[in-house]
């Protein structure tokens, strides 16, 4: 028994004083109307509608339930018009998860931007570099670097390039002079992330077989941002994301050194869950992801 249906149908008799009067508002014919009462009542053992040839009533136990059947109508139709709105136009929480130093370079500024010309929605930036399951942990856009896989459950559109810089301070350069090719690193101070290793180092263009720069480290720390103040305050050479030091460079706080040794750039992706019919929110977003991050991730 569709028990939707049937609140639906015996709804609109009652309101409409007659199984035929319900049957021309529903579509349907009367006897299918009459189906319809007859399954609730057998459903719940008793009688809703006193019936005869000029005239129904409800009994004591249609009277309760008319009630109650009302208001999960009310409840349902109001519940739809809720989607309804959030499809209509951005609005609500819109969860959105990315690898760290893109997440605040890049997306949080542009999460901003978003946010102002759509007020109704509200950001919920998560910033990780592990990689998040969108369905178990209830995001609704990630974006990441590099290699994606094959999750057919996720729709990716590319926004940019992931590109790094090796740069110094002037006040480095000056006393340790300006690295011209790959050989003269050996006469250079590096500063390092904790996390590389012999394996995912300085991977320069030029550097064969597993040769990795640097042998050893001079500086060592855990964090990006504390890994541009050494370099800043002329610690070594500096390889990072290049949105992390843009500034640094424009401003001339920082030198771009090796530019032809620099890894090569790592595609970008905002992906979401496979959904016929995404919520404006998330679509909306997405759109302006790949219409203003490339001017940040070129």
Known sequence: MDRLRSLEVFVSAVERGSFSAAARELDLSPVMVGKYVRQLETHLGAQLLQRNTRVQSLTDAGRRFYEESRKVLEQLALAEASVESLRAEPRGRLRITAATTVGACVIAPLAAEYQNAHPQVRIDLDLSNSVVDLVDEGFDVAVRIG???????????????????????????????????????AAHRCIGHSI??????????????????????????????????????????????????????AAGRLVSVLQEATPVGRPVHALYRQDRQPLPKIRSFVRFLEERAKAWLE
């Open 147 to 185: 290699d994606l896989g094959a999750d057919l459950n996720l729709v990716a559109r590319p926004i940019g390039q992931y590109r790094m810089a090796i740069c110094a301070s002037p006040d480095y350069l000056a006393r340790h002079g300006t690295p011209r090719t790959l050989d003269d690193l």
């Open 196 to 249: 590389w290793d012999r394996r995912n180092g300085w991977r320069l263009a030029g550097l064969a077989g597993e040769n990795r720069w640097p042998e050893d480290t001079t500086f060592l720390c855990n964090d990006g941002l504390a890994l541009r103040q050494a370099a800043l305050y002329g610690a070594g050479l500096l390889l990072q994301p290049a949105i992390l030091v843009a500034d640094d460079l």
